[in-house]
């Protein structure tokens, strides 16, 4: 199995977890076994595009109990 153990944790890679089961994927988080995600700079570099912020959007004022 392709996993890795770092100073947090063992992690599992995507490829095992698809060939896995549910019953062995439950005893592997039971042993404390995560997936490990990327980051977002890890994501913006797997891209090979630069990282550019939305524009704001202006939905107008309040009209009723909207929670921000």
């Known amino acids: 199995m392709d996993h890795l153990r770092d100073e947090s944790g063992c ?30 700079e890890e994501y913006v570099a797997a891209s090979g595009k630069s990282l550019l912020p939305s524009e704001e959007i202006d939905f107008g004022p309040a009209v009723g109990r909207e929670v921000w």
């Open 11 to 40: 992690y599992i890679s995507l490829e095992d977890i698809k060939k896995l089961g549910d019953e062995e994927l439950k005893n592997l988080i039971d042993k404390g076994y995560r997936y490990k995600h990327k980051s977002l």
